[in-house]
């Protein structure tokens, strides 16, 4: 990378208070030695794009954006990646002198790259999943768990019509539940994962027994506030295995890292500490 400069990347939100992003990387900027910057820029909804525009221009290599910039960030790229392009939504950007404004999606892999460190023996392919609720993650988790060659997926979430939203856009295996069979729909499933707010730090409470979850079922939570959630922990004691969801964070962030820096970042329990430490 031929900068004179040190290389700055950025995570760009509206509010941006929350994200642990700039631990994240500022962990690993750190640990490897490169003299660079991450950057959290709170940018209005109204001057995203132009702010995206200028970006680029002033010494930014690239950076994440988070909500509510996700879709725009994607309608104005200039080049963007079939895992973009599946869920019409970026969280990656990477800047590049001729080819412009690239945007990419890496929740899915964060997701999945996740569930293979915590779980070694999990594969797709070994039976049907359950994915709980029908928001921004659960987008992303169905098209990564298709894309990955789960032979079915079950769907399902308090308003229907937004998990059948899901299912029209990413077709394939996915079959839509009614929130009322819930319960029915983790029977014989291979993966359950919760997407929803139950039982995350000022949602609702977890309104289910999990009581069909089988044994050697491998159970997970997109939320890590708390780390190990009410519904990990009623997983665990059907006698599921469990993954917590702070993994998909930081895997999430490893593909940019290595475009923007120049460097494969590890992702280990130092990590894992420096991110947890900071939402303390």
Same mark, same amino acid.
Request: cysteine-free; proline content about 7%.
């Given at each position: 990378m031929s900068h004179s400069v040190a290389p700055m990347a950025f995570v760009a939100g509206w509010p941006i208070g929350h994200t642990k992003s700039p631990v994240l990387h500022g962990h690993w900027l750190k640990r490897y030695g490169i003299a660079g910057h991450y950057l959290p820029l709170p940018i209005a909804p109204e001057d995203f794009e132009g702010a995206l525009r200028m970006l680029g221009k002033v010494g930014f290599v690239g950076g994440n954006v988070t909500i509510p910039h996700k879709m725009t960030a994607f309608a104005v790229a200039d080049e963007v990646t079939d895992g973009a392009k599946r869920l019409r939504a970026a969280n990656t950007i990477i800047f590049d002198a001729d080819r412009g404004i690239i945007a990419d999606n890496t929740d899915g892999f964060g997701f999945i790259e996740n569930l293979r460190a915590g779980s070694p023996s999990w594969a797709a392919k070994s039976g049907p999943a359950t994915v709980l609720g029908a928001g921004g993650a659960s987008r992303a988790i169905v098209a990564a768990l298709l894309d990955a060659g789960v032979p079915e997926l079950r769907l399902t979430n308090r308003t229907r019509e937004k998990a059948q939203a899901i299912a029209d856009e990413l077709g394939g295996a996915v079959s839509v539940v009614d929130w009322a069979e819930a319960e029915a729909s983790i029977d014989g499933a291979a993966l359950v994962v919760n997407t929803?707010?139950?039982?995350? $730090?000022?949602?609702?409470?977890?309104?289910?027994?999990?009581? %069909?979850?089988? $044994?050697? %079922?491998?159970?997970?939570?997109?939320?890590?506030?708390? #780390? /190990?959630?009410?519904? #990990? @922990?009623? %997983?665990?004691? @059907?006698?599921?295995?469990?993954?917590?969801?702070?993994?998909?964070?930081?895997?999430?962030?490893?593909?940019?890292?290595?475009?923007?820096?120049?460097?494969?970042?590890?992702? /280990?329990? /130092?990590?894992?500490?420096?991110?947890?430490? %900071?939402?303390?």
């Open positions: 929803t707010s139950m039982g995350m $730090e000022g949602g609702p409470p977890l309104s289910l027994t999990l009581d %069909a979850m089988g $044994e050697g %079922a491998l159970a997970t939570d997109a939320v890590y506030a708390p #780390l /190990d959630t009410p519904f #990990l @922990k009623l %997983a665990r004691a @059907k006698g599921a295995q469990t993954v917590d969801g702070l993994g998909m964070l930081l895997h999430q962030a490893r593909p940019g890292f290595a475009a923007w820096f120049g460097r494969e970042p590890e992702v /280990d329990n /130092d990590l894992r500490q420096a991110v947890l430490g %900071a939402s303390e």
